[in-house]
């Protein structure tokens, strides 16, 4: 008798998912609202930010962060603290931290031709591009200089209190002071402007305050005031500063030059009358579903910087998947030995050019400067100079009715 056996042989294929390293760097200190944590919480909104033209593998790749907290008052020191991560190896990076900062940050990115996005910077002196000049920065920031202008025009407004806090308030201060002075139909306006020196002293917050009041109780003059300040919490402690003073009657317009006025509880402030006036970016995606945006704690709500860092994940996703295969392979597949990307290691001190970075960076950057979707922030898309551009903005005005 003749026995048959057969061998039945399972082969199982594994793949594994392949962790990419990118950068994030924050200044606890001076951001709005994002920290470290921060990063873990965009990367799962941006895995389901998808459309009909784009998915996530999110079964064979996901980011990994490189990250640190650079809050040295120092630009030098930090920006040699982020040098010191980026040794690990990245494919580009995000950060949010402060102007003088960024700038600094963006000379070493250009000259290593690794991608960088900033989330909460705008740059209003800018260079003409050239073919030697070359962009390897994106801003994530909308500019609401121009809002400003055209309601400005829209109401013709002819005075101005101006009171900014930090660089770029002043930057945008003086863009307007010049614009309107070569802009004949509003160079009637008069702008007065009022720097903040320091928020946590009432006493000079008080003293700010009373040189623009008006003095006349009885009088029908309107006073429209610029707010730009550093952040959510420069914001709030101002109000109740206004509130202490009494500048809550409807003589008194506030136009609030923060993304995230819809974090502040408007109700202590309009039962007196005030105008208040402020805009943000329209779009369909939410963050924090579960947050009722009725609740006094409106600071639950997530911020733009939180939107930004997790439309700024996926723009890196986006980029990455319309890559050229083979170049892709070779960033996010590494060598036989090399289980730590070392082959996106960056030298940020070394004068000589890092070859494996100028494989691909050029190209992921021009590719990531092309697309266009709409995210939590708003529309996504830029301009030559990696501005954002063709986003909406909603006007909310909030009054005692």
């Known amino acids: 008798m003749i026995r048959n056996t057969i061998y039945v042989f399972l082969i199982i294929s594994v793949r594994s998912q392949t962790h990419i390293p990118i950068g994030w760097f924050v200044d606890e200190k001076t951001s709005n609202d994002a920290d470290l944590n921060a990063f873990y919480d965009a990367l799962s909104a941006a895995i389901i930010l998808n459309d009909t033209t784009f998915s996530w593998p999110v ?19 930090s920006v040699h603290q982020i040098c010191n991560r980026l040794g690990s190896g990245v494919i580009g990076s995000i950060s949010s931290v402060d102007h003088s900062k960024t700038r600094l940050l963006d000379l070493f990115m250009t000259r290593l031709h690794v991608s960088m996005i900033s989330l909460n910077y705008f740059n209003y002196n800018k260079q003409d591009l050239t073919s030697l000049n070359k962009l390897y920065h994106l801003t994530m920031k909308i500019d609401l200089l121009p809002v400003l202008v055209a309601l400005i025009k829209r109401y013709k407004i002819t005075k101005l209190f101006y009171i900014m806090e930090g660089d770029e308030a002043f930057e945008r201060f003086q863009t307007l002071v010049v614009a309107q002075a070569r802009e004949k139909s509003y160079d009637v306006l008069d702008i007065q402007g009022r ?8 006493n000079n ?15 029908k003059e309107e006073l429209y005031i610029v707010l730009d300040l550093n952040n959510i919490s420069s914001y709030i402690k101002l109000l109740m500063q206004i509130r202490h003073h009494g500048m809550t009657t409807p003589h008194y317009h506030y136009i609030l030059m923060s993304l995230d006025a819809d974090r ?16 943000l970016p329209q779009s369909s995606f939410k963050m924090n579903i579960s947050s009722d945006g009725s609740l006094t704690d409106r600071l639950s709500l997530a911020s733009f910087e939180k939107k930004s860092l997790a439309d700024a994940l996926s723009l890196y996703m986006r980029a990455i998947m319309r890559l050229d295969r083979d170049i892709r ?8 030995e090399d289980n730590n990307f070392d082959h996106l290691k960056i ?14 960076g050029e190209e992921l950057f021009i590719i990531m400067k092309s697309l266009s979707f709409d995210g939590y922030s708003g529309h996504i ?11 909406t903005l909603s006007i909310y005005q909030v009054t005692m009715n």
């Open 195 to 202: 720097q903040l020196i320091d928020i946590t002293n009432s």
């Open 264 to 279: 502040i509880d408007m109700g202590t402030f309009r039962y007196g009358g005030v105008n208040v006036t402020y805009f």
């Open 329 to 336: 392979s070779k960033i996010i597949h590494s060598g036989y």
């Open 347 to 360: 030298d940020c001190r070394t004068k000589e050019n890092h070859r494996s970075h100028e494989i691909f």
């Open 205 to 219: 917050t008080g003293i700010l305050l009373q040189s623009i009041e008006i003095k006349d109780r009885g009088s």
């Open 381 to 391: 898309a830029f301009n030559d100079y990696g501005e954002r551009i063709n986003y």
């Open 59 to 77: 079964d064979q790749f996901n980011f990994q962060s490189i990250s640190d907290n650079v809050t040295d008052s120092n630009i030098y020191s």
